[in-house]
């Protein structure tokens, strides 16, 4: 063997790249690599398979707080009180030409129902007398004016002047006392406030039976 043969075997003996189990790079041998690459890309799979879950729970439970709350059910509706439709008993005393034809006018603008009360049919003078609901609240057109002390409490109510008078049965009878024809509203016991119910009907007799000339002082006042 020659000078220049053996300086090559020696040569290459001694190269790194030649060296069992290696890669050349002078690192770990070259068939651990892709054990180790296996382990982590299955490292990182897990990381995502369990991140991904996590993530959208975080997000459902945002989603539910932020959610506006389920609305408040309705409350039901009250139930119509329970009425007669049977005619109510009135009295109907003859009236003049004046008075009568107020009347008429009074009753034709009367509401079909005030509040939960409807209107229901009279016994005589449908002309001047109005009933609704059960025990019946009364209207009658064109009775007698109250006579009453001058220091007694009057009620103004809607541009209406009203006397009250407590009846003996704990109805109430609120009498117009400021008006060319007097308009009598009773309202029984059984109700609230009786004054509570004036303003419906305050309104109709404002527009159709004219104010008298003369009223008495506590209605100026009010």
Known sequence: MDENTSSRAVAGRDRPDDAAGTDGTGGAPATDRPATDRTNRRAALIATLVAVPVTALVAALALARLAPAEPAAAPSPTPPRPQS????????PALAARPATVCRALISQLPDTVRDLSQRPVTAGPEQN??????ALTVACGGAAPSFPATDEVWVVDKVCWYPAKQPDGSTVLTSVDREVPVALTV??????????????SDTVVATVPSAKSIPAGCARG
Do not use: K, R
């Not at 439709?85 to 109907?92: D, H, N, Q, R, S």
């Not at 109005?130 to 025990?135: I, L, R, T, V, W």
């Not at 029984?188 to 009907?201: E, I, T, V």
């Open 188 to 201: 029984p016991g059984a109700y609230d406030s009786a004054l509570q119910w004036l303003p419906p009907f």
């Open 85 to 92: 439709t049977a005619p109510v008993e009135m009295a109907a």
């Open 130 to 135: 109005a009933a609704y609901g059960d025990p």
